[in-house]
């Protein structure tokens, strides 16, 4: 299997603080995007980096690449309890598959 | 704003059924797929379509098939459901080609009894 792994599993912290996920992934890639997953609901896109980006900012998010690791994180600043949710990596190796990784679980504690 | 829609939230079945989980987008995209979701496993790919009439499996097809007969939808099949089938299904569309994001439906949890 092509699937990343995420780290931590879960992850919980007080609000206004900053959360880390990573991201580790086996073959070489197109980009590398993260989502996130609202408890039973579908994937929401947040950010796509390249695989000749080594850093994006998108708002309170700046997600990091590592190609010659193989390896990804996703920071979240200045956290809020909406942020509470689950998040996951994806590499794109061909431009029409996706694998994804286990996802961090993030919880937020207003 | 654009959309993937699947046809059910949450579904029961029994063992033995035929299901069919039916996923609609409007974007004109190429590419469709179909995940499993298990906690602890992330998201696992069934079964991937580029094209209409065309279907390629993906990790774990077994106890699975799929149809596109048209370009908008993309149809997951368990020929007999069975109780480890339970578990969230999630269609997801793509415009075909490099650096593009997918694009999610809402996920459909199926209980199989």
């Known amino acids: 299997s092509q699937q990343g792994e995420e780290d931590p599993q879960a992850l919980s912290i007080q609000e206004g603080e900053n959360a880390t996920m990573n991201c580790s992934y086996k073959?070489?890639?197109?980009?590398l995007q993260w989502y996130r997953q609202n408890s039973g609901r579908g994937l929401v896109h947040l950010i796509l980096?390249?695989?000749?980006?080594r850093e994006k900012h998108s708002g309170r998010l700046r997600v990091t690449l590592d190609t010659s690791k193989k390896s990804s994180s996703l920071l979240i600043t200045a956290s809020r309890a909406a942020d509470t949710a689950s998040y996951f990596c994806?590499?794109?190796?061909?431009?029409?598959?996706?694998?994804f990784g286990t996802g961090t679980s993030l919880t937020v504690i207003p | 704003d654009v959309k993937v829609t699947q046809s059910s939230r949450y579904l029961v079945k029994r063992t033995g059924e035929k299901v069919f989980l039916e996923c609609v987008q409007d974007?004109?995209?190429?590419?469709m797929f179909w995940y499993r979701q298990d906690p602890g496993l992330g998201l696992r790919l069934i079964y991937f379509?580029?094209?209409?009439?065309?279907?390629e499996k993906g990790d774990i097809p077994e106890g699975y098939s799929v149809s596109r007969e048209k370009k908008e939808r993309f149809s997951l099949i368990l020929e007999s459901a069975s109780t480890n089938q339970t578990s969230m299904y999630l269609c997801?569309?793509?415009?075909?080609?490099?650096?593009?994001?997918?694009?999610f439906g809402q996920g459909t949890r199926l209980t199989v009894v």
């Open positions: 994806a590499t794109d190796a061909d431009g029409n598959q996706f694998y």
């Open positions: 073959t070489s890639i197109n980009n």
């Open positions: 980096i390249r695989s000749n980006e």
């Open positions: 974007m004109d995209h190429e590419n």
């Open positions: 379509s580029y094209d209409v009439k065309m279907k």
């Open positions: 997801a569309s793509h415009l075909w080609g490099a650096n593009t994001e997918a694009f």
